[in-house]
């Protein structure tokens, strides 16, 4: 499965952009899918989770109530929903698929920056 993330791009702060997450090469439907975030000289860290279904969405704490996830899986695409962006919130994002909820992600994207000006 490859994916390939887009939608970032340049944003004020308090503005919204919506990223998207397609997938070749095989099926998204049986896959947990998350997005994830890297901001200049530091780790990556975990943003948003949903399972294959769309239930059960992941937020980490600094993201909740601004960040929607979702999915459609009939266009193998996943997205990410960010609201009220903060200047905090300009890094690379990536999404990401695996099989297990207790596995590691499995595939990754290449990513796509995302930059929140003041």
């Known amino acids: 499965v490859q994916l390939q993330a887009s939608g970032g791009g340049l944003v004020q702060a308090g503005g919204s952009l919506r990223l998207s997450c397609a997938a070749s090469?095989?099926?998204?439907?049986?896959?947990?899918m998350g997005w994830f975030r890297q901001a200049p000289g530091k780790e990556r860290e975990f943003v948003a989770a949903?399972?294959?279904?769309?239930?059960?969405?992941l937020f980490a704490n600094s993201v909740k109530d601004r960040f929607a996830i979702s999915r459609e899986n009939a266009k193998n695409t996943v997205y990410l929903q960010m609201n009220s962006l903060k200047p905090e919130d300009t890094a690379v994002y990536y999404c990401?698929?695996?099989?297990?909820?207790?596995?590691?992600?499995?595939?990754w994207g290449q990513g796509t920056l995302v930059t929140v000006s003041s």
């Open positions: 949903i399972t294959w279904n769309g239930g059960s969405p």
């Open positions: 990401a698929a695996k099989l297990l909820a207790h596995a590691e992600y499995e595939y």
């Open positions: 090469g095989g099926t998204l439907s049986a896959y947990r």
